[in-house]
Protein backbone atom coordinates (compact mmCIF):
# COMPACT_ATOMS: atom_id res chain seq x y z
CA UNK A 1 0.00 0.00 0.00
CA UNK A 2 1.53 3.52 -0.81
CA UNK A 3 0.93 6.50 -2.66
CA UNK A 4 -2.47 7.94 -4.37
CA UNK A 5 -4.63 5.89 -7.25
CA UNK A 6 -5.70 6.97 -10.34
CA UNK A 7 -7.68 4.62 -12.62
CA UNK A 8 -8.75 5.66 -16.10
CA UNK A 9 -11.50 3.13 -17.62
CA UNK A 10 -11.48 2.57 -21.32
CA UNK A 11 -7.78 3.78 -21.70
CA UNK A 12 -6.36 1.92 -24.38
CA UNK A 13 -6.75 4.76 -26.67
CA UNK A 14 -8.57 7.99 -28.11
CA UNK A 15 -9.44 10.69 -24.98
CA UNK A 16 -8.63 8.18 -22.25
CA UNK A 17 -5.33 7.32 -23.22
CA UNK A 18 -4.51 11.08 -23.32
CA UNK A 19 -5.70 11.70 -20.00
CA UNK A 20 -3.82 8.77 -18.66
CA UNK A 21 -0.95 10.65 -20.47
CA UNK A 22 -1.95 13.96 -18.85
CA UNK A 23 -2.13 12.02 -15.40
CA UNK A 24 1.46 10.40 -15.72
CA UNK A 25 2.48 13.99 -16.49
CA UNK A 26 0.62 15.51 -13.57
CA UNK A 27 -0.73 13.80 -10.80
CA UNK A 28 1.33 12.44 -7.72
CA UNK A 29 0.79 9.03 -7.85
CA UNK A 30 0.61 6.02 -9.54
CA UNK A 31 -1.85 5.63 -12.79
CA UNK A 32 -3.56 3.08 -13.70
CA UNK A 33 -4.07 2.68 -17.64
CA UNK A 34 -7.13 -0.08 -18.15
CA UNK A 35 -8.39 -1.73 -21.05
CA UNK A 36 -10.64 -4.91 -21.68
CA UNK A 37 -8.32 -6.03 -24.49
CA UNK A 38 -5.54 -6.88 -22.32
CA UNK A 39 -3.12 -6.93 -25.59
CA UNK A 40 -4.54 -3.38 -26.47
CA UNK A 41 -3.88 -1.77 -22.94
CA UNK A 42 -0.37 -3.22 -22.97
CA UNK A 43 0.45 -1.70 -26.31
CA UNK A 44 -0.65 1.42 -24.88
CA UNK A 45 1.72 1.39 -21.73
CA UNK A 46 4.59 0.80 -23.76
CA UNK A 47 4.11 3.31 -26.21
CA UNK A 48 3.46 5.55 -23.06
CA UNK A 49 7.10 4.33 -21.88
CA UNK A 50 8.49 5.40 -24.80
CA UNK A 51 7.54 8.70 -23.65
CA UNK A 52 9.20 8.27 -20.41
CA UNK A 53 5.72 7.82 -18.89
CA UNK A 54 5.09 5.13 -16.59
CA UNK A 55 1.38 4.16 -16.18
CA UNK A 56 0.74 0.63 -14.17
CA UNK A 57 -1.61 -1.61 -16.17
CA UNK A 58 -4.50 -3.78 -15.02
CA UNK A 59 -7.27 -5.60 -17.02
CA UNK A 60 -10.99 -3.82 -16.75
CA UNK A 61 -14.10 -4.52 -18.66
CA UNK A 62 -16.95 -2.54 -17.56
CA UNK A 63 -19.39 -5.24 -18.56
CA UNK A 64 -17.85 -7.81 -16.66
CA UNK A 65 -19.21 -8.14 -12.78
CA UNK A 66 -16.03 -10.13 -12.59
CA UNK A 67 -13.20 -7.91 -14.27
CA UNK A 68 -14.30 -4.96 -11.95
CA UNK A 69 -14.01 -7.47 -9.02
CA UNK A 70 -10.98 -8.71 -9.51
CA UNK A 71 -9.67 -4.98 -10.52
CA UNK A 72 -11.73 -3.82 -6.76
CA UNK A 73 -9.74 -6.79 -4.73
CA UNK A 74 -6.40 -5.85 -6.93
CA UNK A 75 -6.52 -1.96 -5.84
CA UNK A 76 -7.81 -2.73 -2.12
CA UNK A 77 -5.17 -5.10 -1.62
CA UNK A 78 -2.38 -3.48 -3.10
CA UNK A 79 -2.89 0.26 -2.65
CA UNK A 80 -5.88 0.38 -0.63
CA UNK A 81 -8.33 2.98 -2.07
CA UNK A 82 -8.39 5.33 -5.09
CA UNK A 83 -8.02 8.94 -5.41
CA UNK A 84 -9.48 9.82 -9.00
CA UNK A 85 -11.70 7.73 -10.97
CA UNK A 86 -12.43 8.70 -14.43
CA UNK A 87 -15.05 7.04 -16.01
CA UNK A 88 -13.73 7.04 -19.73
CA UNK A 89 -15.06 3.88 -21.38
CA UNK A 90 -18.06 4.19 -24.07
CA UNK A 91 -19.71 3.21 -27.03
CA UNK A 92 -21.19 4.62 -29.83
CA UNK A 93 -23.10 3.19 -33.01
CA UNK A 94 -21.87 4.79 -36.23
CA UNK A 95 -24.71 7.19 -37.75
CA UNK A 96 -24.91 4.49 -40.91
CA UNK A 97 -24.99 1.62 -38.62
CA UNK A 98 -27.23 -0.83 -39.70
CA UNK A 99 -28.46 -2.47 -36.17
CA UNK A 100 -32.09 -2.12 -35.59
CA UNK A 101 -32.68 1.21 -32.79
CA UNK A 102 -33.90 -1.48 -30.14
CA UNK A 103 -30.59 -3.04 -30.54
CA UNK A 104 -28.81 0.32 -30.61
CA UNK A 105 -30.64 1.21 -27.54
CA UNK A 106 -30.39 -1.98 -25.11
CA UNK A 107 -25.99 -2.29 -25.84
CA UNK A 108 -26.10 1.48 -25.66
CA UNK A 109 -27.39 2.12 -22.45
CA UNK A 110 -25.65 -1.00 -20.93
CA UNK A 111 -22.59 0.01 -21.83
CA UNK A 112 -22.66 3.67 -21.23
CA UNK A 113 -25.53 4.11 -18.69
CA UNK A 114 -25.62 0.54 -16.51
CA UNK A 115 -22.08 -0.74 -17.06
CA UNK A 116 -20.56 2.40 -15.21
CA UNK A 117 -23.67 2.71 -12.50
CA UNK A 118 -22.49 -1.40 -11.94
CA UNK A 119 -18.32 -0.01 -11.91
CA UNK A 120 -18.63 2.44 -9.41
CA UNK A 121 -20.98 0.64 -7.19
CA UNK A 122 -18.03 -1.52 -6.76
CA UNK A 123 -15.37 0.92 -6.74
CA UNK A 124 -16.83 3.83 -5.04
CA UNK A 125 -16.20 2.00 -1.31
CA UNK A 126 -12.57 2.22 -2.07
CA UNK A 127 -12.82 6.19 -3.19
CA UNK A 128 -10.84 7.75 -0.61
CA UNK A 129 -12.59 10.90 1.23
CA UNK A 130 -11.38 13.83 -0.76
CA UNK A 131 -11.48 11.72 -3.82
CA UNK A 132 -12.13 12.81 -7.37
CA UNK A 133 -15.02 11.11 -9.71
CA UNK A 134 -15.25 12.50 -13.42
CA UNK A 135 -18.00 10.92 -15.53
CA UNK A 136 -16.81 11.46 -19.20
CA UNK A 137 -20.34 13.02 -20.90
CA UNK A 138 -20.65 14.56 -24.04
CA UNK A 139 -22.96 17.27 -25.57
CA UNK A 140 -24.96 14.80 -26.51
CA UNK A 141 -25.78 14.59 -22.83
CA UNK A 142 -27.19 17.54 -22.27
CA UNK A 143 -30.92 17.48 -21.08
CA UNK A 144 -32.40 19.13 -24.16
CA UNK A 145 -31.50 16.07 -26.39
CA UNK A 146 -34.58 14.42 -24.80
CA UNK A 147 -37.77 15.86 -26.53
CA UNK A 148 -40.15 15.18 -24.04
CA UNK A 149 -40.61 17.95 -21.08
CA UNK A 150 -41.95 15.01 -18.97
CA UNK A 151 -39.29 13.42 -18.86
CA UNK A 152 -37.02 16.12 -19.06
CA UNK A 153 -38.57 17.02 -15.91
CA UNK A 154 -38.42 13.69 -14.24
CA UNK A 155 -34.30 13.46 -14.88
CA UNK A 156 -33.46 17.18 -13.63
CA UNK A 157 -35.58 16.22 -10.28
CA UNK A 158 -33.49 16.67 -7.60
CA UNK A 159 -35.09 13.87 -5.46
CA UNK A 160 -34.35 11.63 -8.42
CA UNK A 161 -32.95 8.37 -7.57
CA UNK A 162 -30.49 5.78 -8.84
CA UNK A 163 -33.17 3.01 -8.89
CA UNK A 164 -35.56 5.75 -10.75
CA UNK A 165 -32.96 6.89 -13.38
CA UNK A 166 -32.29 3.08 -14.11
CA UNK A 167 -35.69 2.63 -14.29
CA UNK A 168 -36.20 5.80 -16.75
CA UNK A 169 -33.07 3.43 -18.57
CA UNK A 170 -34.97 0.72 -19.11
CA UNK A 171 -38.08 2.34 -19.92
CA UNK A 172 -35.77 4.33 -22.89
CA UNK A 173 -34.88 0.64 -23.86
CA UNK A 174 -38.65 -1.09 -24.00
CA UNK A 175 -39.77 1.99 -25.77
CA UNK A 176 -37.01 1.18 -28.29
CA UNK A 177 -38.10 -2.60 -28.86
CA UNK A 178 -41.70 -1.24 -29.00
CA UNK A 179 -40.19 1.40 -31.81
CA UNK A 180 -42.16 3.80 -30.03
CA UNK A 181 -39.28 5.92 -28.54
CA UNK A 182 -38.80 8.72 -31.02
CA UNK A 183 -41.13 11.32 -29.91
CA UNK A 184 -40.05 11.14 -26.25
CA UNK A 185 -36.82 9.95 -26.32
CA UNK A 186 -35.58 11.28 -29.71
CA UNK A 187 -33.67 9.01 -31.95
CA UNK A 188 -29.71 8.65 -30.50
CA UNK A 189 -29.46 5.89 -27.96
CA UNK A 190 -26.12 7.89 -27.39
CA UNK A 191 -27.50 10.73 -26.45
CA UNK A 192 -30.08 8.82 -23.88
CA UNK A 193 -26.95 7.17 -22.30
CA UNK A 194 -25.24 10.54 -21.79
CA UNK A 195 -28.23 11.96 -20.34
CA UNK A 196 -28.45 9.40 -17.98
CA UNK A 197 -25.03 9.15 -17.26
CA UNK A 198 -25.13 12.91 -16.43
CA UNK A 199 -28.16 12.34 -14.71
CA UNK A 200 -26.40 9.82 -12.60
CA UNK A 201 -23.80 12.50 -11.55
CA UNK A 202 -26.04 14.80 -9.93
CA UNK A 203 -27.34 11.58 -8.13
CA UNK A 204 -24.36 10.29 -7.06
CA UNK A 205 -22.32 13.62 -6.04
CA UNK A 206 -25.71 13.69 -3.19
CA UNK A 207 -24.59 10.05 -2.36
CA UNK A 208 -20.77 11.33 -1.59
CA UNK A 209 -21.38 14.72 -0.39
CA UNK A 210 -20.98 13.32 3.41
CA UNK A 211 -17.16 11.96 2.43
CA UNK A 212 -16.11 14.84 0.91
CA UNK A 213 -15.86 13.12 -2.47
CA UNK A 214 -16.27 15.11 -5.70
CA UNK A 215 -18.11 14.01 -8.96
CA UNK A 216 -18.23 15.65 -12.09
CA UNK A 217 -19.92 15.52 -16.19
CA UNK A 218 -17.82 16.50 -19.12
CA UNK A 219 -18.20 16.98 -22.44
CA UNK A 220 -14.52 16.61 -23.63
CA UNK A 221 -14.89 18.43 -27.04
CA UNK A 222 -15.58 16.98 -30.14
CA UNK A 223 -12.33 15.17 -30.58
CA UNK A 224 -10.46 13.60 -33.03
CA UNK A 225 -10.29 9.61 -32.31
CA UNK A 226 -12.22 6.24 -33.16
CA UNK A 227 -16.07 6.89 -31.75
CA UNK A 228 -15.95 10.70 -33.71
CA UNK A 229 -14.42 8.26 -37.06
CA UNK A 230 -11.97 11.31 -36.95
CA UNK A 231 -14.18 13.55 -37.53
CA UNK A 232 -13.49 16.16 -34.16
CA UNK A 233 -11.03 18.84 -34.54
CA UNK A 234 -9.76 18.85 -30.96
CA UNK A 235 -6.87 16.49 -30.60
CA UNK A 236 -6.93 13.85 -27.91
CA UNK A 237 -4.73 16.12 -25.92
CA UNK A 238 -7.08 19.02 -26.39
CA UNK A 239 -9.78 16.53 -25.37
CA UNK A 240 -8.12 15.40 -21.80
CA UNK A 241 -7.85 18.81 -20.65
CA UNK A 242 -11.14 19.66 -19.09
CA UNK A 243 -10.83 15.77 -17.77
CA UNK A 244 -7.70 16.79 -16.03
CA UNK A 245 -8.66 20.15 -14.75
CA UNK A 246 -11.66 18.45 -12.93
CA UNK A 247 -9.19 15.68 -11.39
CA UNK A 248 -6.58 17.68 -10.61
CA UNK A 249 -7.49 21.66 -10.84
CA UNK A 250 -10.89 22.20 -10.39
CA UNK A 251 -11.84 24.34 -7.27
CA UNK A 252 -13.41 22.14 -4.45
CA UNK A 253 -16.54 23.89 -4.95
CA UNK A 254 -16.84 22.48 -8.60
CA UNK A 255 -18.93 19.15 -7.66
CA UNK A 256 -22.16 17.69 -9.14
CA UNK A 257 -21.81 19.81 -12.40
CA UNK A 258 -21.78 19.31 -16.33
CA UNK A 259 -18.73 21.06 -17.26
CA UNK A 260 -17.70 21.67 -20.81
CA UNK A 261 -14.87 21.36 -22.70
CA UNK A 262 -13.69 25.08 -22.18
CA UNK A 263 -13.50 24.20 -18.63
CA UNK A 264 -16.54 26.08 -17.93
CA UNK A 265 -19.56 25.02 -16.01
CA UNK A 266 -22.65 24.56 -18.26
CA UNK A 267 -25.81 24.38 -17.46
CA UNK A 268 -27.37 20.82 -18.23
CA UNK A 269 -31.00 21.76 -18.35
CA UNK A 270 -30.85 25.41 -19.81
CA UNK A 271 -29.74 26.67 -23.09
CA UNK A 272 -28.35 24.45 -25.31
CA UNK A 273 -24.40 25.73 -25.02
CA UNK A 274 -21.93 26.15 -28.66
CA UNK A 275 -21.79 22.72 -29.45
CA UNK A 276 -18.08 22.41 -29.82
P1 LIG B 1 -12.87 5.64 -28.41
O1 LIG B 1 -13.86 4.79 -29.12
O2 LIG B 1 -11.67 6.11 -29.11
O3 LIG B 1 -12.41 4.91 -27.06
C1 LIG B 1 -13.35 4.32 -26.23
C2 LIG B 1 -12.63 3.49 -25.20
O4 LIG B 1 -13.59 2.84 -24.38
C3 LIG B 1 -11.79 2.38 -25.85
O5 LIG B 1 -10.61 2.21 -25.11
C4 LIG B 1 -12.68 1.16 -25.70
O6 LIG B 1 -11.98 -0.07 -25.70
C5 LIG B 1 -13.26 1.46 -24.34
N1 LIG B 1 -14.39 0.61 -24.00
C6 LIG B 1 -15.53 0.39 -24.68
N2 LIG B 1 -16.29 -0.51 -24.06
C7 LIG B 1 -15.61 -0.87 -22.92
C8 LIG B 1 -15.87 -1.76 -21.87
N3 LIG B 1 -16.97 -2.51 -21.81
N4 LIG B 1 -14.96 -1.86 -20.85
C9 LIG B 1 -13.84 -1.12 -20.88
N5 LIG B 1 -13.52 -0.29 -21.88
C10 LIG B 1 -14.41 -0.16 -22.89
O7 LIG B 1 -13.72 6.87 -27.85
P2 LIG B 1 -13.30 8.34 -27.37
O8 LIG B 1 -11.92 8.35 -26.86
O9 LIG B 1 -13.73 9.27 -28.41
O10 LIG B 1 -14.33 8.53 -26.16
C11 LIG B 1 -13.95 8.56 -24.80
C12 LIG B 1 -15.11 9.13 -24.02
O11 LIG B 1 -15.41 10.44 -24.48
C13 LIG B 1 -16.39 8.34 -24.18
O12 LIG B 1 -17.09 8.33 -22.95
C14 LIG B 1 -17.16 9.13 -25.22
O13 LIG B 1 -18.54 8.90 -25.14
C15 LIG B 1 -16.79 10.54 -24.83
N6 LIG B 1 -16.95 11.55 -25.86
C16 LIG B 1 -16.20 11.52 -27.00
C17 LIG B 1 -16.34 12.53 -27.94
C18 LIG B 1 -15.51 12.58 -29.20
O14 LIG B 1 -15.68 13.54 -29.98
N7 LIG B 1 -14.63 11.62 -29.46
C19 LIG B 1 -17.29 13.64 -27.76
C20 LIG B 1 -18.01 13.57 -26.52
C21 LIG B 1 -17.83 12.56 -25.62
P3 LIG B 1 -11.72 -0.91 -27.07
O15 LIG B 1 -10.50 -0.31 -27.71
O16 LIG B 1 -11.52 -2.30 -26.57
O17 LIG B 1 -12.95 -0.75 -27.92
Known amino acids: MSGKV ?47 LHPKYHQLDITDNKSIETFRDFIKK ?3 GIDILINNAAIAFKQNATEPAAVQAEQTVAVNYFAVLNA ?5 PLIQNGGRVVNISSSAGHLSKIPSEAL ?10 IPELSGLMQQYVEAAKQGTHAPEWGN ?7 VGLTALTMIQQ ?4 DRDIKVNAVHPGYVDTDMSSHKGPLSIDEGAAAPLFLALDADDSVKGQYVWFDKQITSWDGKTPTPY
Open 6 to 52: AVVTGSNKGIGYAIVRGLCKKFDGTVFLTSRNVELGKKAVADLEKEG
Open 78 to 80: EHG
Open 120 to 124: CEKLF
Open 152 to 161: RSRFKDPNLT
Open 188 to 194: SSYAVSK
Open 206 to 209: RMLN
